[in-house]
């Protein structure tokens, strides 16, 4: 088990321009979720899938966001044209989905930050 | 749509000593979840405690025990014989125990916890 990976760790990228965050879940965790974490606020729920599927979206997740898990295993959170309220740390958490009341596991998360 | 709220933005305690950290939520369901997650400096969020609704006991892991109130929806973190390496934000989570939810979590706003030596 080497948990939950993120990267890049920090992400400086200047308004307007697109990037992309990868998360690696927890080997046969088929649950991955995203959350967005600003300065002194609890994480925010953005999308989760079950394996490949997206099967959930929040509200905040715009249409400048899009999010994949192409095989199930690894996903990627796009942002495009960036805005200064973009600005914040993504977090990415896994868990077995099949059993349903386990933790979820956490990712260090991907400080973006937008000038 | 659930809520979780934590009312002590701040809070400290002497090493050793015991502290309680608040929290409330506002639900209609019957069946959920409830957390208290430890997020360190380093920005990893680590589980802390986790309450079945359904369950009466308390759940207890160590120095960490909860104060689970369900008719007034509120879940208390307590630690005891607090350790400097207890200093951390401190979030309380609700999870729905309907299946379709997906087990995605509500956080509330989060306690940042000092331990003075």
């Known amino acids: 088990d080497t948990g939950v990976s993120q990267n890049p760790r920090h992400k400086i990228t200047k308004r307007g321009q697109n990037v992309t965050f990868r998360c690696d879940p927890i080997s046969e965790h088929n649950r991955l979720y995203w959350y967005r974490q600003t300065l002194g606020q609890g994480p925010e729920f953005l999308t989760y899938?079950?394996?490949?599927?997206?099967?959930?979206k929040s509200r905040l997740l715009s249409d400048r966001f899009s999010a994949e898990r192409p095989k199930g295993s690894f996903s990627t959170l796009e942002i495009q044209r960036t805005e200064q309220g973009d600005s914040a740390m993504y977090l990415c958490a896994s868990s077995p989905g099949q059993i349903y009341n386990s933790p979820l596991h956490f990712g260090n998360g991907t400080r973006l930050t937008v000038t | 749509a659930q809520t979780v709220t934590q009312s002590q933005p701040e809070m400290s305690v002497q090493e050793a000593e015991t502290v309680t950290l608040s929290c409330t939520y506002d639900?209609?369901?019957?069946?959920?979840?409830l957390f208290w997650y430890k997020q360190p400096p380093s920005r990893q969020m680590i589980l802390v405690i986790r309450q079945e609704a359904y369950k009466q006991q308390n759940a207890t892991e160590n120095r960490f025990s909860v104060n689970f109130q369900k008719a007034a929806k509120s879940f208390s973190l307590k630690i005891s014989d607090s350790q400097l390496g207890d200093a951390a934000m401190y979030f309380c989570?609700?999870?729905?125990?309907?299946?379709?939810?997906?087990?995605?979590?509500?956080f509330g706003e989060g306690t940042q916890l000092t331990v003075n030596p």
């Open positions: 989570a609700y999870r729905s125990g309907v299946e379709t939810s997906g087990s995605r979590l509500t």
């Open positions: 639900t209609s369901e019957s069946d959920y979840y």
């Open positions: 899938f079950q394996n490949e599927a997206q099967l959930e």
